[in-house]
């Protein structure tokens, strides 16, 4: 079983900058992809970046320019540096993790709260 613990969540004024950071229990297994998805209330989980093993990334249009990922790969860890937030950021932030165990698995974080206030 692999665990993701997430943190960096919380307030921030619109315009304001957060990061979130997450890490992956253990080490003695080859973590595909990382990402981070994120669902506001009454509406779906969605996808806002992710990014492989070897560095190639995938961004949401609506957070494209202004958030950034990045990974650890020694340190199972991956990142999503916020910057200028928008009230529509607004949502809890889900990390992700497609892992090869056997088979590829799929695991998630328990979310961590972004709240950007206008």
């Known amino acids: 079983q692999v665990q993701l613990v997430e943190s960096g969540g919380g307030l921030v004024q619109a315009g304001g900058s957060l990061r979130l950071s997450c890490v992956a229990s253990?080490?003695?297994?080859?973590?595909?992809?990382m990402g981070w998805y994120r669902q506001a209330p009454g509406k779906q989980r969605e996808l806002v970046a992710k990014?492989?093993?070897?560095?190639?990334?995938n961004y949401a249009d609506s957070v494209k320019g202004r958030f950034t990922i990045s990974r650890d790969n020694a340190e199972n860890t991956v990142y999503l540096q916020m910057n200028s937030l928008k009230p529509e950021d607004t949502a809890v932030y889900y990390c992700?993790?497609?892992?090869?165990?056997?088979?590829?698995?799929?695991?998630w974080g328990q979310g961590t709260q972004v709240t950007v206030s206008s």
């Open positions: 992700n993790a497609l892992v090869v165990i056997g088979y590829l698995r799929n695991y």
């Open positions: 990014i492989t093993n070897g560095g190639g990334t």
């Open positions: 253990k080490s003695d297994f080859f973590i595909n992809v």
